[in-house]
Nanobody, 118 residues
């Protein structure tokens, strides 16, 4: 069974920084994609950033230039460095892991709250 555990959320002032971490455990195919998604109250979950095992990254336009996603393949871990945070970044951030075999394997963490407020 695959499990994802996030950490690093919290309360930060506008313009501040936070770093989220996500560690995956279990039987994980080495060729995969991990990423961060977020969901604000009353809104749908949206993509923030993804990174493949080959370290190919993609970002939502709203976070480009402010957020950086990285990963440690040896630890099955990903990180999200968030700088210049804005109140509109407030959301629950979820870690995601997926890969494709005979079917799609898609796993989510429990989420970590990020609140940007003065």
């Amino acid at each position: 069974q695959v499990q994802l555990v996030e950490s690093g959320g919290g309360l930060v002032q506008p313009g501040g920084s936070l770093r989220l971490s996500c560690a995956a455990s279990g039987s994980i195919f080495f060729r995969n994609s991990m990423g961060w998604y977020r969901q604000a109250p009353g809104k749908q979950r949206e993509l923030v950033a993804t990174i493949t095992s080959a370290r190919i990254t993609s970002y939502a336009d709203s976070v480009k230039g402010r957020f950086t996603v990285s990963r440690d393949n040896a630890k099955n871990a990903i990180y999200l460095q968030m700088n210049s945070l804005k109140p509109e970044d407030t959301a629950v951030y979820y870690c995601n892991l997926r890969w494709y075999g005979m079917t799609e394997y898609n796993y989510w963490g429990q989420g970590t709250q990020v609140t940007v407020s003065s």
